[in-house]
């Protein structure tokens, strides 16, 4: 089970995450790209609050078909283009990890892929038993397999 922690020759943490996680090398790992506000219908959502429940719904129906769950991430990195929205981002991320606190990162930027997307989430999770990853979830959930058990995308 990866260990999150916070060292204590540091400054704690100024909201609800870890500096650090380690975890064994022995894991199925999930690196998910970045999500933004679109639903499936394709409609970006106007406003700053409904992009970030977009993006997080979209990252954790990755984590979901993965056989993962929010508990399983150890790093999330945020995308930002309205200055001074931490307080915003905070309030969200506390909400969808419910208690979890996995090393994060949160950064204002100038713009994202396209003018109208406001938040970006990107993430990754890890599962520490390389035996989860088996033909059934190989077979259903991510199609064809090169023969060494490799997922193709």
């Not at 089970?1 to 609800?16: C, D, G, V």
């Not at 380690?22 to 999930?30: D, M």
């Not at 506000?37 to 078909?65: K, R, S």
């Amino acid at each position: 089970m990866p260990r999150f922690f916070n060292p204590k020759t540091t400054a704690r943490p100024s909201s609800k995450f870890s500096h650090g996680v380690v975890h064994s090398a022995r894991a199925r790992r999930l690196v998910i790209s970045g999500q933004v506000g679109v639903l499936a219908d394709g409609t970006i959502l106007p406003d700053l609050e409904g992009q970030m429940q977009a993006a997080w719904d979209n990252l954790i129906a990755t984590l979901e078909e993965a056989g993962m769950g929010v508990t399983d991430l150890i790093k999330i990195t945020a995308y930002v283009t309205v200055p001074g929205s931490i307080d915003a981002f905070r309030t969200v991320r506390d909400q969808r990890l419910m208690g979890h606190k996995p090393a994060s990162t949160y950064l204002e930027v100038s713009g994202l892929a396209r003018p109208d997307f406001m938040f970006e989430i990107e993430g990754e999770a890890v599962v520490e038993d390389a035996d989860m990853i088996g033909a059934d979830w190989s077979e259903t959930r991510a199609g064809a397999t090169t023969g060494r058990g490799d997922i193709r995308s």
